[in-house]
């Protein structure tokens, strides 16, 4: 039996997909696959039984990813499943900025009681009159799921738009509307573009890039939306660039010590990915990622080691090793193998960074004494027979 720990709650459509395999434990200590969204790990200590953690979400820096690949531990998270949630709220805030539809709502509540509102409302509407986002220019630096799905939008909306991401995969490609304009740096969309969204991971390329001079780069009055990640913008330099108009609004969905109360800021909660659509695509794939890996050893969507798909094992056992990504890893392993006459039927293994992973498929039974002669070789982190 295949135990389960939740570190959060997680949507039960999620939890539905584990079978009769799977039970689920209220200790971590206990567990050998756990699902988690935002609670913090940092800090927790790991069982020799886990085997893979889920985050029900992208972002995954609540997780020590390090520690977790130097365990043997693989990390998934699940890319795209919430992005049309993150999507629909960067159209809003677009929305939001150019109409000042939050100010005119705060303002009819101080005349609400007025027994003359509906006089009052004609006269004062004028001091909440925006513009339209047709025809306006949106820059988008980040062309994954979501804003692949952001830039197709705002096309279909009637805005022109640029998109900027170096790393665009072949698949995100193929879903990009051949109108998006190609833009070659994001200072170029900085220069260009009416409204600018950010869509990228936290990486030191990518932490404050909206800055005191990348904003000195933009158009008087441009909208800046982050929908993706808190540091990537720089709070203090946003913060005087409202202050002189130079940035008209910063929508943003991290509220902190500094945007929560920043002038010309609206800050959501973090409602990204905070509809019940999201919560449980996000729990069907955490959970389908981890069956995979259990059941068959594949890796999909992880962020520690390397992507590898070997399919279903059709021979008489398989078995998948974590370990260094360091030189004559390999043949090792097949020495060992034919030291004790073990045929190996299929063998796969991809690295990444410091980290890789092999699956070896055998033709012959394997017993305990083989998994105990792999994980004495250096440089292995675990072993498991499937």
Known sequence: MVKYHCLNPIAQVGLDVFDDKYEKTDCLENADVALVRSAAMHEMEFPESLLAVARAGAGVNNIPLDRCAEQGIVVFNTPGANANGVKELVIAGMLLAARDIKGGID????????????????KGKSKFAGSEIRGKKLGVIGLGAIGVLVANAALELGMTVYGCDPYISVANAWKLNRGVIQMNSREDVFKECDYITVHTPLLDDTRKMINRDTIAMMKDGVVILNYARDLLVD??????????????????????????????????????????????????????????????????????????????????????????NIPNMLSQFTTTFANLNINIEN??????GDYAYSVLDVCDHVGSDMIAKLSEISGVLKVRLL
């Open 347 to 352: 063998m796969y293994n991809k690295s990444r």
């Open 107 to 122: 303002w009819v509540q101080t005349i609400k009681d007025d027994e003359n509102v509906a006089k009052l409302v004609e």
């Open 235 to 324: 709070d203090d330099a946003m913060e005087e660039a409202l202050a002189s108009g130079k940035v008209a609004r910063y929508m943003t969905d991290f509220p902190n010590a500094k945007s929560a109360g920043m002038k010309g800021a609206i800050a959501t909660p973090h409602l990204g990915a905070s509809t019940q659509e999201s919560e449980d695509n996000c729990a069907i794939m955490a959970v389908k990622e981890l069956r995979d890996y259990v059941e068959n050893g594949n890796i999909a969507n992880s962020v520690n080691y390397p992507a590898l798909d070997a399919g279903v094992c059709r021979v008489a056992g398989r078995i998948c090793i974590q370990h260094r």
